[in-house]
């Protein structure tokens, strides 16, 4: 039996989260934790799967997307802020601990709540951004380049060059984006192809272009990619961000010494006890993983990991939904097998 998507939503003091959630209130609870610039709706593959096998699977819109508050300042949208999120979320599902599944930006959530409240989570699993990166700001990751590829005179950022345009012409990035929100989420969301390995990454040339789409002021309007996203699924994105705007999105780029700082105060360390999951996006060219260093933290400080490789690009739970679920499925009989449903 397929199991039914429905929304809803909690409230606070601080903060509102709207979410979707599938399968009995009584499974297991699993939280899907989305990245830029997408929705509640990019885990739709495996809230149906994993609501059919008897887990609770929940998906909230992240700060500053879909029907969840939003924010005008930039730290707004720093990792401390959006963890305390997560768990009030968890609270209000009357929860004390969850599997947490993250991508993109919503990795180093997962990953700050793994680190920073173990006592919340029971098993962690990410998509294609490895621990001990992305959440500790760019002063991390930077080192981590792989200069063959990226030779620092032509990029200082390397792949992340991407987030240094952010830094330097925040206003031009979001007008870039909120100009045609429809066009830019279809010219976005594409599958991954082989054949781009230890070549410069799109992300890299976003600087010396002067922005995402070059000379052009708004995303050019390109073909859907049917094996990533349908037009109902898109026309959703679409609206979502005409709605909020690019803002928030935007933001979470802004935030690298606070995010610093925060992860500074993880527990035991930086390192994580808990089963940890990775998902490795082999034809991911932003967050290269298999020639680069980008993961060798994470063999480092996650001391239970699983890594499975997945031939995809970046929009993995969209390219790849069955595998995906399949891996999370392996995953968490194996190594948690005291969260199986019964």
Same mark, same amino acid.
């Given at each position: 039996?397929?199991?039914?998507?429905?929304?809803?939503?909690?409230?606070?003091?601080?903060h509102?989260?709207?979410?979707?959630?599938?399968?009995?209130?009584?499974?297991?609870?699993?939280?899907?934790?989305?990245?830029?610039? +997408?929705?509640?709706?990019?885990?739709?593959?495996? %809230?149906? &799967?994993? *609501?059919?096998?008897?887990?609770h699977? /929940?998906?909230? @819109?992240?700060?500053?997307?879909?029907?969840?508050?939003?924010?005008?300042?930039?730290?707004d949208?720093?990792?401390? +802020?959006?963890?305390?999120?997560?768990?009030?979320? %968890?609270? &209000?599902? *009357?929860?004390?601990?969850?599997?947490? /599944?993250?991508? @993109?930006?919503?990795?180093?959530?997962?990953?700050?709540?793994?680190?920073?409240?173990?006592?919340?989570?029971?098993?962690?699993?990410?998509?294609?951004?490895?621990?001990?990166?992305?959440?500790? *700001?760019?002063?991390?990751?930077?080192?981590?380049?792989?200069?063959?590829?990226?030779?620092?005179d032509?990029?200082?950022?390397?792949?992340?060059?991407?987030?240094?345009?952010?830094?330097?012409?925040?206003?031009?990035?979001?007008?870039?984006?909120?100009?045609?929100p429809?066009?830019?989420?279809?010219?976005?969301?594409?599958?991954?192809?082989?054949?781009?390995?230890?070549?410069?990454?799109?992300?890299?040339?976003?600087?010396?272009?002067?922005?995402?789409?070059?000379?052009?002021?708004?995303?050019?309007?390109?073909?859907?990619d049917?094996d990533?996203?349908?037009?109902?699924?898109?026309?959703?994105?679409?609206?979502?961000?005409?709605?909020?705007?690019?803002?928030?999105?935007?933001?979470?780029?802004?935030?690298?010494?606070?995010?610093?700082?925060?992860?500074?105060?993880?527990?035991?360390?930086?390192?994580?006890?808990?089963?940890t999951?990775?998902?490795?996006?082999?034809?991911?060219?932003?967050?290269?993983?298999?020639?680069?260093?980008?993961?060798?933290?994470?063999?480092?400080?996650?001391?239970?990991?699983?890594?499975?490789?997945?031939?995809?690009?970046?929009?993995?739970a969209?390219?790849?939904?069955?595998?995906?679920?399949?891996?999370?499925?392996?995953?968490?009989?194996?190594?948690?097998?005291?969260?199986?449903?019964?």
């Amino acid at each position: 039996m397929i199991s039914t998507i429905t929304e809803h939503a909690t409230r606070s003091e601080r903060h509102t989260t709207s979410y979707l959630s599938a399968g009995p209130k009584d499974g297991p609870l699993v939280i899907f934790v989305h990245g830029w610039p +997408e929705l509640s709706l990019s885990w739709r593959h495996q %809230l149906r &799967a994993m *609501g059919s096998l008897g887990f609770h699977a /929940v998906a909230p @819109d992240m700060r500053g997307y879909g029907r969840s508050s939003i924010y005008s300042q930039h730290a707004d949208y720093a990792q401390r +802020e959006v963890v305390a999120d997560m768990i009030e979320l %968890l609270d &209000a599902l *009357g929860q004390e601990k969850a599997i947490w /599944v993250g991508h @993109d930006w919503g990795s180093p959530t997962v990953w700050n709540i793994a680190s920073h409240h173990p006592e919340r989570c029971q098993a962690a699993a990410n998509l294609c951004v490895p621990y001990y990166t992305l959440e500790r *700001g760019m002063d991390a990751f930077l080192p981590l380049v792989d200069r063959e590829t990226y030779p620092v005179d032509q990029f200082p950022a390397g792949q992340w060059e991407y987030m240094r345009f952010y830094e330097e012409n925040f206003d031009i990035a979001c007008a870039d984006f909120d100009a045609n929100p429809l066009n830019t989420v279809k010219a976005l969301f594409r599958k991954g192809k082989p054949g781009g390995e230890k070549k410069p990454s799109l992300t890299s040339m976003v600087r010396k272009n002067g922005g995402w789409f070059g000379d052009l002021k708004e995303a050019p309007d390109v073909p859907r990619d049917g094996d990533v996203v349908s037009e109902e699924d898109l026309n959703i994105y679409a609206a979502a961000l005409v709605r909020n705007g690019f803002f928030g999105p935007d933001s979470y780029y802004m935030n690298h010494e606070l995010n610093a700082e925060y992860a500074a105060e993880a527990l035991n360390d930086g390192y994580i006890d808990l089963p940890t999951l990775f998902l490795l996006g082999e034809y991911d060219y932003t967050c290269e993983c298999v020639h680069s260093r980008l993961a060798e933290p994470m063999q480092t400080y996650c001391r239970n990991l699983t890594t499975i490789n997945i031939k995809s690009g970046h929009w993995m739970a969209q390219e790849k939904p069955a595998e995906v679920n399949a891996a999370l499925a392996k995953w968490l009989v194996t190594a948690v097998p005291e969260s199986w449903p019964g």
